[in-house]
């Protein structure tokens, strides 16, 4: 099976390699879509992600795929099924998975991270990571359902009502994954705060954004919103989310900076607001619930998947020679 292995800082090499053996609770996937994120752009150029990747691997941590094969021991899913693949995977004996806190695992691996992942034509995964897709999701959708699962996690770490007002800082694909997820979850009005024109308009049209601010030429209002998430992850835009914060607000941190980046902020404001600012930590338990908000039609992906890659263009793409991405999958097999 050809497969396209990261073999050092910035190196691929399309290889051909034999079929994965699978053990007795694991799965052999035969890939149909993998999404490329930040993330893979942070382990290409040697970054840790959620966890360090050592070369040579195989990246590819947002996939779908159908079952090819099943060890003796799984009774989840079967040879043809249709599935997306959660990447990460808990040791399940470490003091936060023995108190109901996964994702901060001592012992964390993941599919396309620490081990082989969805950038090649078939991968193995434990089956407790395999959610079989209704058939209403198509494969290329079901690639999104991990970023899905991630913005699901930022939410459920907030206490969400109808009368709250929010703000989204950040245009992106995460961004605007959340503009649609904290509508699904009831608030009743959400703006959205990007640098695109065009984005910020089509989450108008599309979305239901409400109001919309270009923070190249507009400024955020300060002393605003009840809920505000950041979903760029750079000190100014962290700064202008805790200013625009109304009393009792929440702000959710979810965008990531360098490991040695600071903001600015008025620290009398936390107790003066009494404010919760949450960081938020990839997406345990949420695949469920992302794949019915995908399925619903409560979020709606297809508008935002700009770039349809093969194999041999993730390079290009990662080495940023591709203009006007907003979310790139890898079309790995039909
Ligand atoms: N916490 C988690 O578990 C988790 C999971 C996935 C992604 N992330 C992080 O979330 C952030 C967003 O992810 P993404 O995939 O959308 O990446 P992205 O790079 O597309 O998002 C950043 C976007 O923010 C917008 N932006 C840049 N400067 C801005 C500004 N001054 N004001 C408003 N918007 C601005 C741009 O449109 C840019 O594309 C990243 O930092 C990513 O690492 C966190
Ligand atoms: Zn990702
Ligand atoms: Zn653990």
Redesign the pocket.
């Known amino acids: 099976m050809k497969a396209l292995v990261l073999t050092g800082i910035k190196q691929f090499e399309i290889m051909n390699r034999d079929t994965p053996f699978i053990g007795e609770n694991e799965v052999l996937v035969n890939t149909a879509y993998a999404g490329v994120?930040?993330?893979d752009h942070d382990l290409y150029a040697g970054r840790p992600g959620s966890a360090p990747a050592v070369p040579p691997i195989v990246l590819g941590h947002e996939n779908s795929g159908v079952v090819a094969a099943v060890g003796s021991q799984v009774t989840n899913v079967k040879p043809g099924d249709r599935v997306a693949v959660d990447p990460n995977i808990y040791c399940g004996q470490c003091e936060f998975c023995l108190t109901s806190r996964p994702e901060l695992c001592d012992h964390l691996s993941a599919v396309g991270v620490t081990r082989d992942g969805g950038l090649a034509e078939q991968f193995v995964a434990p089956a407790s990571v395999l959610y079989a897709l209704p058939d209403n999701v198509p494969l290329k959708d079901a690639a999104t359902i991990e970023?899905i699962s991630?913005a699901v996690?930022?939410v459920d770490l907030l206490e969400l009502h109808p009368y709250q007002k929010a703000l989204v800082?950040?245009?992106?694909?995460?961004?605007q994954l959340f503009a649609q997820t904290l509508q699904a979850y009831g608030v009743h009005r959400v703006d959205l705060?990007?640098?695109?024109d065009d984005?910020l308009e089509r989450n108008k049209a599309l979305f239901g954004v409400a109001g919309t601010y270009n923070?190249r030429r507009e400024r955020i209002p300060e002393e605003s919103y009840d809920v505000v998430i950041e979903?760029?992850?750079?000190p100014?835009?962290q700064s202008d989310a805790v200013k625009a914060t109304k009393k009792g607000a929440q702000v959710l941190m979810?965008?990531?900076g360098p490991q040695e980046a600071h903001f600015e902020m008025n620290t009398y404001d936390i107790y003066k607001k009494q404010l919760a600012i949450k960081g938020?930590?990839?997406?345990p338990h949420t695949f469920r619930d992302a794949i019915s908000l995908l399925a619903s039609g409560k979020i709606n992906v297809a508008p935002l998947i700009s770039h349809e890659f093969e194999l041999d263009q993730v390079q290009d793409f990662l080495d940023g020679k591709v203009e006007g991405v907003s979310k790139a999958v890898v079309k790995v097999a039909a």
Do not use: E, R, W, Y
């Open positions: 994120c930040g993330t970023p991630c996690h930022g800082i950040g245009d992106g694909f995460m961004g705060a990007g640098i695109f984005k923070t979903a760029v992850g750079l100014k835009t979810f965008g990531v938020s930590f990839i997406n």
